[in-house]
């Protein structure tokens, strides 16, 4: 109101009637008698009784209507402010002392009122303290984790390591350990979680303390507490980093009042008072008609009251606003009052478009109210609903949270409120993504889950890895009334979630609304901006976890907001039927490099964005008609080396700097539910820091990009010949509209939120259901053993019915908690959610490889997100929920198989991360049998590729996962390669049953075609990537060797030594290298033999004697008696439990059985002679391989069988056939009589000289001249080296042939 008095001076804004016909009727036609009476009625007298006629009353006009409202609120403001209040040191208004009363590094919010920790251990007190009476506050817990709260003295001296509790005089609640402390602790209480609130109690009368958890009484902590002369006590907290939480000293109506203690500060006792007389005044209207006809006053129901333009009731609520809207400025009135009143109207159920009334009191508020007064009304109306929202108690209706959200809805119906919100509080002001989130309950019983839920269930059958193998057919029938009495539970709980998720998805309807254009810019473009602006606050803090938007709630907005999207995808092809259905959605590649979308200098495929523009400057112009002007490739490369600079020192204060940045926190975050500007406390290095370059505005235009905040509908949509956010459609992108551009944008959105944090909050809660697996083994355990106890030993059985009783007890919570998560996070729905945003992924992946180089300018993320996906969806969702159920499942496995296997090795990605992402993700894919048979199903011409990409030479390249790939393509083929696990870890507990590692052998026989049919065809591919093979095998062994012999050596020192975690991870890695190396070899031997053993072939020879040198190598090293191997082995250090004598062996068994027993006569020949050429070459190696080394190469008696611990293939009969037996042992009878003829041969023949040796290996003849140098050496040594080195050995010339030398008879 343009004035504020008694007068009916009315504001600039026009009061008209509704329409010209309404005129006669209401206008000019209300008399004095029926004026008065109405006035009268509207505004009755509270100090005297009413007049029982209106002749005794003086009449009431408009003229003196302001003076009689004057004297109706000054009655009782006399009484309120004769109130003292004793007992109370210290301001009205209290606040968090952010001058001297704290401790550590805090960012405390500008109302003094909200803080998070930023070091080790913060604490900080209230500005005021108390000696007499009985008083409250309330915290509201806005993170779970470690914070000591409660009260403490003036003396008391904090500091990084001792808080609040950790002092004589001063006396704290912990709820995260669920103890209380005052110099020492002891349990009490209970746990708290995100969203509860605590209330903190202290009778200095009775000298007591104690605590509330959201209104339920904890008991007396403390009693016997100091008081006296010179005792006050403040309110205080510690808190460690990154906890956060809001007090309430009585700024706002307290939540949970206890009654006979009273708020620290007083509530506005006198406003209130007007507030509610005032509210009750609106009632009165609302509740009266005025009958001009009849000349009487007729009651009706409020909820079909409307204004009709009548000047008599105008003008008696512009007469009540003039007072009513300064109060509502103030958030205690706000909270108290208003809220209270709006939450009324909804009581009585029903939709809320059943209640018009709350649309009609905001149309009212915009009308009659000045635009700052409705602002900061509405403002304050949602911070209030929103921490209502969050901070209130789980119940098994989930009443307070449905209630809550009603209001929400009612009021962002209304379009002013919706737009002015959206615009500047919901985003910038709120943290409004919590009014999505729905917390998950950590006390079972206070949440009502047992009522839902009365019967508990959790699997009973395990297989002997611990995996849950629950059939129908292996039920009882009473655990099978138990399962189904559980998920009939279950339903009902998901059946009340429902709801509450309905209600937030029709929130974000109302906020995605396009039709709204009366009053500006629609409601979807203002969101969209919001949302642009949100996403970019939290990808551009990732390494600040505080100032990131907490995990939990972006994956309850991500659901909500697919399912409003979806609804609008689906609206929108109705209305234009050549559009797409949702079902197909994907975003086109034109988002991508056309400059309407920013992505935050997020990487792309191909590198940074500047510098694709320069490269692909002539594809973007002639594929996508896009001009990238020289000048603005300029400013974009300037743009990128002035960016620290930008967001550095120059624009932030000194001190933030020497905090490491510490001030930037984005302009929607603060510690409960704010985002206002944060001051930053630190006792290290400044008081206090203000003002701070806020994040809000704009940073200079940057010519790569628009601005976010001054994008409009035109920029987005599109018109006349601009095409919006689609500009620059290549050839080979369809012409046919997908739908409304604004959605396209917010599903690339809602791709980068998925990217950002869900997939890993998505990850974190597995947990509950991995502990609720492992209680159920663990109680199946202890019944098995109470089962076994002998009944005379009691004392045993008494300890094992206490753990069976506990494990019950724990399972019976978690099995309730988990039906809760998996209603909320893993339940079908959510499941489909995450599968369709998959085949988003897809299908875009799949348009943007359509345009060839310009695929590069693709962010990272989407295939991020295709990968996480899918592993969410294998991995997350299961038992509940099966991916066999998602339609065109089979479909989209071999789709993504198919960009996996293109794109691991696609030279337009550039990125190391993404390429390992990449490479990860297929080695994983080909380790389960459906995953794998989706990689058999692409098409030929791709899986020949992959397989060309696969064999690539080792070297300068990733090779690990390439080597794992192929190892997994050939497990179960391989010489006693069938095992899941390997037989001495059988009988320990694995890590994670699900690991790829851990999965059932499932070869292909396909992809070892292919393999087979390149490394035939390509012999120069084949040598070099068999001789890359060889080098790295030799390199993984030796490594291993090197690592033993340091752990070794560490064990037998007399001191107490401690061998390096990490030395013994990097050991064991070397291990488990080395004989998946083995094993490729093992594959590339037995398909394709003539690599090895066809000498016609070049290298063929060489190789063969390599890969005899090396396999010599590695049996003299295991199988030698006693030695290094042996006694590390024994040693069983944790961390090497990899490492053991039948991996390894078992490896270089099968590649000896394939190129001595499985091949022709002549291959055998040639390989066994190479083999025994070796001079490391030891027959009692192959023997030892049966367990007979010690008996033939020994002529003492052999020990007694207990003493006899060599290693045997013969042991291991569940994992070596009988016919894999046999074939060792006609291995070794014929290497046996090929070694005897080999001696006797070389003893009747004639020694070589020294001099007719190699002088490189000394190990053979000469037989190679080198041109033009006409240095000599053996064949095996020349055309090893030429493999990779064409100098000579000697004189460092280029050697351009080498011929045969054979030494001339005269010498």
């Given at each position: 109101m343009s004035s504020k008095g008694g007068g009916t001076t009315l504001s600039h804004r026009s009061y008209r009637l509704a329409s010209d016909t309404d005129m006669p009727k209401v206008a000019g036609i209300v008399n004095e008698k029926l004026l008065s009476d109405y006035l009268n009625h509207i505004f009755p007298s509270t100090s005297k009784p009413q007049q029982p006629a209106a002749a005794f009353r003086k009449p009431l006009t408009f003229l003196d209507l302001g003076d009689h409202l004057d004297r109706l609120l000054a009655e009782g403001e006399a009484a309120e402010e004769s109130k003292d209040v004793d007992g109370r040191l210290g301001p009205p208004t209290v606040v968090l002392d952010h001058t001297s009363g704290f401790e550590g590094l805090l960012l405390v919010d500008d109302d003094l009122l909200g803080v998070i920790g930023h070091s080790n251990f913060s604490s900080i007190r209230a500005t005021t303290c108390v000696f007499k009476g009985k008083w409250s506050y309330e915290v509201l817990i806005s993170s779970q984790g470690l914070m000591q709260i409660g009260w403490c003295t003036l003396n008391c001296r904090f500091n990084q390591e001792e808080g609040v509790g950790d002092t004589e005089d001063s006396y704290a609640y912990d709820g995260n350990r669920v103890r209380k402390w005052n110099v020492t602790t002891t349990n009490y209480g209970k746990s708290w979680a995100a969203g509860d609130i605590v209330t903190c109690l202290i009778d200095l009368d009775e000298g007591t303390i104690s605590f509330c958890l959201n209104g339920q009484s904890l008991g007396t902590a403390f009693s016997s507490i100091k008081i006296g002369p010179g005792l006050a006590y403040f309110p205080a907290i510690s808190l460690s980093f990154k906890e956060s939480v809001a007090f309430n000293f009585g700024s706002r109506p307290l939540r949970y009042p206890v009654e006979g203690y009273q708020p620290l500060q007083d509530p506005p006792s006198a406003d209130l008072l007007k507030a509610e007389r005032l509210l009750g005044y609106i009632k009165?209207?609302?509740t009266t008609k005025i009958d001009t006809q009849e000349g009487k006053l007729l009651v009706k129901d409020s909820a079909a009251w409307e204004l009709q333009g009548e000047p008599t009731v105008l003008v008696t609520l512009a007469h009540i606003f003039?007072?009513?809207?300064p109060l509502m400025c103030k958030v205690y009135l706000v909270e108290g009052v208003l809220m209270r009143f709006l939450l009324s109207i909804l009581e009585g159920g029903g939709s809320v478009d059943e209640h018009p009334l709350i649309q009609k009191l905001l149309d009212l508020m915009w009308l009659l109210m000045e635009d700052y007064e409705v602002n900061e009304c509405l403002k304050q109306l949602m911070m209030s609903l929103l921490r209502a929202y969050r901070f209130s108690p789980i119940i098994p209706d989930l009443g307070f949270q449905i209630h809550y959200l009603r209001l929400t809805t009612a009021i962002l119906r209304h379009e002013n409120s919706r737009k002015y919100l959206l615009s500047n509080v919901l985003f910038d002001v709120l943290r409004s993504v919590v009014f999505f989130y729905i917390k998950t309950p950590?006390?079972?019983?206070?949440?009502?889950?047992?009522?839902?839920?009365?019967?508990t269930w959790w699997p009973s059958h395990f297989d002997k890895e611990g995996r849950d193998e629950r059939e129908a057919r292996e039920e009882s029938p009473e655990e099978r009334l138990r399962r189904r009495a559980y998920e009939r539970g279950c339903q009902r709980l998901k059946k009340r979630i429902e709801v509450v998720e309905e209600l937030q998805v029709q929130i974000l309807k109302l906020l995605l609304n396009n039709k709204d254009k009366g009053t500006g810019e629609a409601s979807r473009y203002i969101f969209l901006n919001k949302f642009r602006k949100f996403l970019q606050e939290n990808a551009s803090n990732r390494g600040n976890p505080t100032v990131l938007c907490p995990p939990e709630y972006m994956v309850c907005f991500l659901h909500r907001l697919i399912a409003a999207v979806r609804f609008y995808w689906e609206e929108s092809k109705r209305k234009s039927s050549g559009m797409l259905g949702s079902e197909e959605a994907y975003v086109p590649p034109q988002l991508f490099y056309n400059g309407k979308v920013d992505y935050f200098d997020l990487q792309r495929l191909g590198g940074l964005l500047s510098h694709l523009k320069k490269t692909l400057k002539d594809d973007l112009a002639t594929k996508a008609n896009i001009i990238i002007d020289p000048s603005e490739i300029q400013a974009m490369s300037m743009d990128d080396l002035d960016e620290d600079e930008e967001n550095g020192t120059v624009q932030r204060p000194a001190g933030a700097t020497a905090m490491g940045g510490a001030l930037a926190r984005p302009s929607w975050l603060s510690s409960p539910t704010l985002g206002r500007a944060n001051r930053f406390l630190s006792t290290a290095a400044v008081s206090l820091m203000s003002p701070r370059r806020p994040l809000g505005t704009p940073e200079r235009m940057k010519v790569r990009t628009l601005s976010v905040e001054q994008r409009t509908e035109e920029d987005i949509e599109g018109s006349h010949g601009n095409d919006g956010l689609l500009q620059g459609r290549p050839p080979e992108e369809s012409d046919q509209p997908i739908t409304e551009k604004s959605l396209l944008e917010i599903v690339d959105g809602i791709v980068m939120m998925y990217n950002l944090s869900v997939h890993q909050q998505l990850g974190k809660m597995v947990v509950v259901s991995d502990d609720v697996h492992e209680y159920a083994v663990a109680l199946k355990d202890t019944e098995e053993k109470i089962a076994r106890c002998p009944k005379q030993r009691e004392d045993i059985l008494e300890e094992l019915m206490k753990s069976q009783k506990v494990f019950a007890e724990k399972l019976n919570h978690l099995s309730r908690r988990l039906a809760w998560i998996n209603a909320t996070i893993y339940s079908k729905d959510k499941m489909l959610d995450i599968y369709w945003l998959l085949r988003v992924c897809i299908r875009s992946i799949e348009h943007m490889d359509r345009t060839g180089s310009l695929f590069a300018f693709t962010p990272e993320f989407y295939l991020n997100v295709a990968m996480n996906s899918y592993s969410a969806l294998k991995n997350y969702f299961s038992p509940s929920n099966s991916m066999d159920e998602l339609p065109g499942y089979e479909e989209t496995l071999t789709q993504l198989a198919a960009i996996l296997a293109k794109h691991f090795a696609d030279p337009r990605i550039v990125g190391t991360d993404i390429k390992d992402s990449l490479m990860q993700a297929l080695a994983s894919y080909v380790c389960y049998h459906q995953s794998l048979r989706a990689v058999e199903r692409i098409p030929e011409e791709q899986r020949v590729a992959m397989m060309k990409n696969l064999l690539a030479p080792y070297e300068q390249r990733p090779w690990a996962q390439t080597n794992w790939i192929l190892v997994r393509l050939w497990r179960g083929c391989g010489f006693g390669y069938r095992y899941t696990r390997l037989p001495?870890?059988?009988?320990?507990?694995?890590?994670?049953?699900?690991?790829?590692?851990?999965?059932?052998?499932?070869?292909?026989?396909?992809?070892?075609?292919?393999?087979?049919?390149?490394?035939?065809?390509?012999?120069?591919?084949?040598?070099?990537?068999?001789?890359?093979?060889?080098?790295?095998?030799?390199?993984?062994?030796s490594e291993f060797i090197g690592m033993i012999q340091e752990i070794q050596q560490a064990a037998e020192r007399p001191e107490r030594n401690f061998v390096d975690t990490r030395q013994l991870k990097v050991c064991a890695t070397c291990f488990d290298l080395s004989v998946s190396l083995l094993r490729v070899l093992e594959m590339t031997v037995t398909l394709v033999p003539e690599i090895f053993l066809d000498w016609t072939r070049p290298s063929a020879e060489l190789l063969l004697r390599r890969l005899a040198q090396l396999l010599n190598q590695v049996l003299n090293r295991v199988t030698a008696e006693r030695n290094l191997f042996d006694r590390v082995v024994n040693l069983r250090l944790p961390g090497l439990e990899s490492v053991d004598h039948y991996p390894i062996l078992v490896a270089v068994t099968g590649i000896l059985v394939r190129i001595l027993v499985d091949c022709e006569m002549q291959g055998a020949a040639r390989a066994s002679a190479v083999l025994l050429s070796d001079p490391c070459f030891q027959l009692h190696s192959i023997q030892h391989l049966l367990g007979e080394s010690e008996l033939l190469s020994s002529f003492r008696a052999p020990p007694p069988p207990a003493e006899r611990k060599h290693f045997s293939l013969h042991t291991y009969t569940d994992y070596i056939s009988p016919e894999e037996q046999q074939k060792?042992?006609?291995?070794?009878?014929?290497?046996?009589?090929?070694?005897k003829e080999a001696a006797a041969s070389a003893a009747v023949s004639a020694p070589t000289s020294e001099e007719d040796l190699c002088p490189i290996c000394y190990a053979h003849p000469?037989?190679?001249?080198?041109?033009?140098?006409?240095?000599k050496s053996c064949k095996a040594c020349i055309n090893q080296h030429l493999m990779n080195n064409k100098e000579c050995f000697f004189c460092k010339a280029t050697i351009t042939g080498v011929d045969d030398y054979s030494k001339p008879p005269s010498s």
């Open positions: 009165n209207v609302f003039n007072h009513f809207a950590l006390q079972v019983k206070e949440a009502g889950l047992e009522e839902l839920i009365p019967t001495h870890l059988l009988k320990t507990k694995p890590e994670d049953a699900n690991l790829p590692s851990l999965q059932k052998p499932c070869p292909s026989i396909l992809l070892q075609k292919h393999m087979a049919d390149l490394l035939s065809r390509d012999k120069e591919m084949a040598a070099s990537f068999l001789n890359s093979v060889l080098n790295q095998l030799n390199w993984a062994f060792v042992e006609r291995m070794l009878s014929f290497l046996t009589k090929e070694s000469i037989s190679a001249i080198f041109k033009p140098c006409s240095h």
